[in-house]
């Protein structure tokens, strides 16, 4: 099996850029987050070490991995990597990880990872594949429920909640693209991800607006009808897992499965200065959090 791990730049022009950072210091405004191609992070070290080739040596060691592709700035990383082959990147996530999977020659399923998790290890990766397995759907996600990461003091991270608990996105998936319906998937997973710093109002409103594109208001309301209705939404008020699945394959087309986790190191992703002086922290000093210390993030409503 191949391992992709997306480590792209931001294209956007300078202008978009701009609007990103003001949004993102309004909701925010202690964090100094990595924007731009001139930010790189995949580059940004550790122990002189840059942060995507930790994730690298974690999926060397994995007993269900063959080959191990990174998909960025190919005239920059292939100065400073080792032990993978380099693809050079497109302009959207989606794309990356759709052309890392062709242009790998990969069968099948392949495991995709952030480049930005260096506390990753490859027992983590071993035992998410190995869950995996059990199953045939098209698309496996890896979730951590909030109190596994009780103690990991990063920025205001969030939480989305369901039926179980309250959790976020691993950073570590599975998928075959030749068993997903990209078309429509594709434009919705690129608006997801430019919209994915949900505290700021404007960025909900942007997410709602792009959505609203892509599924006119009207369809969105007659499948939310059909949809309460049949699975009794209106008592519960949260989705369960198996319902949000259910979602995902009525809505977009996705066989999509959730792969529950408990390692935190998947999900203490770099996004700014601060993540990096902590991870690094963590790393080289083996600083452990304190005992029944709760983190400051709430779950989102």
Known sequence: MNVIILAGKDTPKKDEIEKQIAILRRAYP????????????????????????????ACKGSRYIDRV??????????????????????????????????????EGHAVFLSCDIP???????????????????????SVIEQKYLTGYEMQDRKYFSLKEGNYRWANVFLGNPEKLNLNKLNRIVD?????????SPVVRRNLVRDLRKEMPLMEIFSKLVRYFVTSHLLKSKKLSISELEKMAAYYLDIDLKVIETKHHESSLDID????????????LDCEMPRPG???????VS
């Not at 202690?30 to 040596?57: A, C, M, R, S, T």
């Not at 506390?119 to 071993?126: A, F, M």
């Open 30 to 57: 202690k964090e100094h987050y990595f924007i731009g191609e001139e930010n790189y992070k995949p580059l940004f070290k550790i122990d002189g070490q840059p942060i995507v080739q930790y994730v690298i040596n």
């Open 69 to 106: 592709f990174v998909v960025g700035i190919k005239s920059r990383l292939e100065k400073e990597l080792s032990g993978c082959c380099i693809i050079e990147d497109s302009d959207s996530v989606v794309k990356n990880a759709q052309k890392g999977y062709y242009e790998s020659n990969s």
């Open 119 to 141: 506390l990753i290890k490859s027992e983590h990766i071993d035992e998410f594949i190995g869950n995996c397995l059990s199953y045939d759907n098209g698309l496996f996600v």
């Open 191 to 199: 608006i997801l991800y430019r919209n994915r710093k949900l505290t």
């Open 272 to 283: 700014s200065q601060e993540d990096l002086d902590y991870v690094r922290k963590l790393m």
């Open 293 to 299: 210390f709760e983190p400051r993030s709430q779950p």
